[in-house]
């Protein structure tokens, strides 16, 4: 740090200092430290009571995003006809995903009869503009929370950002036309793309080091919740009804937010020292020494420059490496083939004998999910993430080659039905480790690559492409499986985690229990 920086350091710590000393606020009983060291210690309860409650909005983006699967085959205009419903949404996050986030492409043959008259009954090319709309939505969502996360704190932005998904079900359960379900699907997309970029940003910046991975992993594994919990109730009910009880969540995480502070790193950037403190004695508890833990982000902060622009973003090598990085993690998450696994779901049930239907196949799949994921959540901070990474992608490029094989056999004609349970274990292996690896973590690391200044515009960005990727997919796997063939398509996907595993070998190092400024370290070359 050169001179002038010194300066500037120290005149930055002289006014906080000043200012806590003169500042009304700052005698507030709660912000004494306790002396003795003994007394000194942090509580973690609420701080998972706050990641808890932002991560509602992964289960709102989740009951989105599962929400075509058992509602369009309701509202066909077909009539005792095969009819493909292309239900998109993000099992990962992560994942269509999987993480972000992420989506699945599921096309599943349903017979539909016709509703009755005064019900919608939506032609093909509606109920694809119904599956599409979400997705773009969500692009146009994400690059602007980043700027308003910015300008109004995190915890404003997640209020602000809840009004779309309540508006959007109220449009949906109501609607008496396509154009209001139109409507409503893209406010449901806006309000999901703003969630991918505030939550992980919110949950890293309240989080202590040693729980932040746990923490993190609470976007995929509350997103994985809400698409369980659509396919199992969109089984059951109708689909307005599921639409009403899909209301309740926004509404819930509303409420939620309204008792949450906004984040310290938040605050401090904009000078409110004292709020800051106040807001870490509410998330690590009263007996936390939140001097030490103020002064750790202050230093951080003071590192950063306090107007970085986007250009500052390309141009800061720790920043660049970071986006780099957050990118590639999404891309392969996206490229990892799980809209290819979930896309034969039925098929592959069906060659291990199975006489189960669609939608107990697709429940069974969320169940494993869920499981999965709240294992890699036990697990991110014990294992660390780039162990989890290299084991995901291991196991999934063989998984990918398996089936690949597979339905090569098949398609040429050859008797495969003495090794039928084969494609049902690589597809039970593949989500699970999908689940502990790929799903979460890229949604996770997200949160941890980059610096307070620059943190909300490379998250948007990086949100943007992992939308981006999953248009790409969707758009491009109906031509992959009619031009290349089954097995061609799983080959590819295939050839892609094999990149993945020796891009996260060589690329990435641990950043389980590291600081902001040992990861911004390392992501320098220093």
């Not at 700052?26 to 973690?44: A, C, E, F, R, W």
């Not at 951080?300 to 500052?312: F, V």
């Not at 660049?320 to 083939?337: C, D, E, H, P, V």
Request: net charge neutral; proline share 3%; glycine share 6%.
């Amino acid at each position: 740090m050169d001179s002038d920086k010194v300066v500037r350091a120290m005149a930055r710590w002289w006014q906080t200092v000043s200012q806590e000393d003169t500042d009304v606020t700052s005698h507030n009983p709660m912000l004494y430290d306790p002396l003795q060291d003994g007394v000194i210690k942090t509580s973690k309860t609420r701080q998972y009571l706050a990641a808890l409650i932002i991560c509602l909005g992964a289960v709102s983006a989740g009951t989105a995003l599962a929400w075509t699967s058992p509602v369009l085959p309701q509202i066909s205009v077909n009539v005792n006809a095969t009819t493909a419903v292309n239900a998109t949404h993000l099992t990962g996050n992560a994942t269509t995903t999987n993480n972000v986030s992420n989506f699945t492409n599921t096309t599943t043959p349903i017979t539909t009869p016709l509703p009755p008259n005064g019900q919608l009954q939506l032609s093909v090319a509606q109920q694809s503009w119904i599956s599409s709309l979400l997705a773009i939505g969500a692009f146009m969502g994400a690059l602007p929370t980043g700027y308003i996360a910015d300008a109004i704190g995190r915890r404003y932005t997640a209020l602000a950002m809840d009004v779309p998904f309540i508006l959007a079900w109220l449009s949906i359960s109501f609607a008496k036309s396509a154009g209001w379900l139109y409507f409503g699907r893209f406010l449901i997309g806006i309000s999901t793309g703003s969630f991918c970029v505030v939550a992980p940003m919110y949950i890293s910046e309240i989080a202590e080091t040693s729980i932040r991975g746990t923490l993190g992993t609470l976007f995929q594994l509350l997103l994985t919740m809400g698409i369980l919990f659509v396919y199992i109730v969109g089984s059951m009910v109708s689909w307005t009804t599921l639409s009403m009880m899909c209301l309740v969540v926004p509404i819930l995480l509303f409420v939620g937010m309204l008792m949450l502070p906004e984040t310290p790193v938040y605050l401090l950037k904009k000078g409110r020292r004292a709020d800051a403190a106040l807001s870490l004695k509410w998330l690590w508890g009263r007996y936390c020494d939140s001097r030490s833990a103020i002064q750790v982000i202050q230093n951080d902060l003071d590192q950063a420059n306090a107007d970085a622009s986007l250009l500052d973003l390309f141009s800061n090598r720790g920043a660049r490496n970071g986006l780099i990085i957050s990118m590639m993690l999404m891309f392969f998450q996206q490229f990892s083939g799980i809209n290819a696994v979930i896309f034969y779901t039925e098929s592959i049930f069906e060659s291990a004998g199975s006489s189960l239907s669609a939608s107990i196949s697709s429940i069974i799949v969320g169940v494993v999910q869920v499981i999965m994921t709240l294992t890699a959540s036990l697990l991110i901070d014990r294992a660390g993430r780039k162990i989890l990474l290299l084991f995901s992608s291991t196991v999934m490029t063989i998984c990918l080659a398996i089936l690949g094989a597979y339905f090569d056999m098949k398609e040429s004609g050859k008797d495969v039905t003495s090794i039928g349970w084969l494609p049902l274990l690589c597809m039970v292996l593949f989500i699970i480790t999908f689940s502990v690896g790929y799903g979460p973590i890229p949604w996770l690391m997200m949160g941890e690559l980059f610096m307070p200044d620059v943190k909300a515009t490379a998250v948007a960005l990086t949100v943007m492409v992992n939308w981006l990727c999953v248009f790409v997919v969707t758009k491009c796997f109906g031509v992959m499986i009619h031009d290349w063939g089954s097995d061609m398509t799983f080959w590819f996907f295939a050839c892609c985690m094999a990149l993945a595993t020796v891009y996260v070998a060589v690329a990435l190092v641990e950043t389980k229990g590291k600081s902001s400024s040992q990861i911004q370290t390392w992501l320098s070359g220093r």
